[in-house]
C-alpha cells in the first residue's frame, strides 16, 4: 500500500545508536519486536526516577483533556481516560502447587497512560473490563474500536520488561492503534496499527494522524537546553494547533452546546419515531379493525345467502306440495264425477224400473176388473 510505504521509506527514523532498524520488506511480528526491545539498551538520564516525569505528566493532562472534548465534539459514544485498569480474560497454563499446569482463565490487567474508545456509552468506569464493553457494544449494535497512547518516562526506560509486556497486552487485548510517545532523547511517535492478528509497527517518526478523529501529531523539538519537547496536536481540516488549555476549554464548550443540541435533537427524533409508531400502530389496529368488519359483513352476507337459499328451497318444497295436493284433489274430483254420474245412471234405470213396475201393475188392476 501506498501509506506504508511512505511509512518505511520516509518516516522512519532512528531514535537511538542501538535502536533496531527495520526494513520496509521486513514487516515485524509479535515474536520480532519482543526480541528487538529485550535486547534493546535503554537510554536514561536520570535511571533512579521510577515515576512519571513532568513531561510525561504534562503530556497526558495536555492529551487527555484535548481528546475529551475533539471525541465529544466527533461522535455521542466514546470513551476517553487516563490510567484506568484495563482488563481481559484469556486461558492459560498455570502451575499449581504441586508443579503441575493446568488451563486456566486469568486475568490481564493495565493502565494506559490514554485511552480512547470510539462506540463505546460515554460515562465514568471504576475499570475497564473489556468483554462486557464488547458485550454493550454489540448489543447497541455497535463496534468499538481502541486507540491507546502511551508515554514513555524513565520508569519505562528503566525497566526493560515494561515495553516488551506492553506490547504483549495490547495485543492480546486486540486494539486497533497503539501509539507510544517516546521522550529519550526528544519525543518520537512509535505507532502500531492490528494488521491481520497482530499489532505491526508500522511508523517511526516526528509526525502522525489519527484519521478516526481526524487530529494530527507534530512534534517541536527544544531549541535550547533550557527548553523542553513540545507534543501539539493538529487539527487536521483545518490545520490549526491547540495549542493551550484555553483553545480546549473552548472546544469543549463548544462540544457540549453541540452535545445538547444532538442530544436535543435525539430526542426530538426518538419522539417522532415513538408517535410515528403509535401512529403506525393505531393504522394497523385500524386497517385489522376495518378488516375484522368485513370479515364478519362477509359472513353475514353468507349467512343470508344461505338463509335465502334455505327460504328457497323451502318455497320451492311448498310449491311442489300444494301442486301434488292440488293434483290429488284434481283426481280425487274426476273420481267423484264418475261416480256421481254413474250413480245418476243407476238412478235413471231405477226410475225406468220403476215406471215398468207401476205400468205391470195397472195393467194388472185392468185386468181384475
Known sequence: MIVFSYFYNIMQLELFPNFPRLSASDLPTIHDWTKDWETFDYPSDTPESMGQSSQQSEIITYLHALFGAIMANQTLYYFVSSDIFMYFSKQAFVENKKGIFELETVKKVRAPDLLLVQGAKKGARK?????????????????????????MSDSNYADKDDLKNMLRFYNEAKIQELIIVHTKPTITLEVYWRLGDSLQRILFAEQYSIQSLRVHFEVELAKSPTESDKLWVINSKTGER??????????????????????????????????????????????????????????KATQAEEKATQAEEKATQERLARLNAEAQNKEEMLALQEREEELRKALFELEEIKNLLKVQEQYKADDIF
Do not use: G, P
Not at 473489556?130 to 497512547?149: C, G, P, W
Not at 408517535?275 to 385500524?286: H, M, S
Open 242 to 299: 491547540f495549542e493551550n488549555y484555553a483553545t480546549e476549554r473552548q472546544i469543549r464548550k463548544d462540544a457540549m452546546a453541540q452535545f445538547k443540541a444532538m442530544k436535543v435533537q435525539a430526542e426530538k427524533e426518538r419522539i417522532a419515531r415513538e408517535e410515528a409508531e403509535i401512529r403506525a400502530t393505531q393504522a394497523e389496529e385500524k386497517a385489522t379493525q376495518a378488516e375484522e368488519k368485513a370479515t364478519q359483513a362477509e359472513e
Open 127 to 151: 475499570s475497564f473490563i473489556l468483554e462486557s464493553e464488547h458485550q454493550k457494544a454489540h448489543a447497541a449494535e455497535r463496534s468499538l474500536y481502541f486507540v491507546v497512547i502511551e508515554i
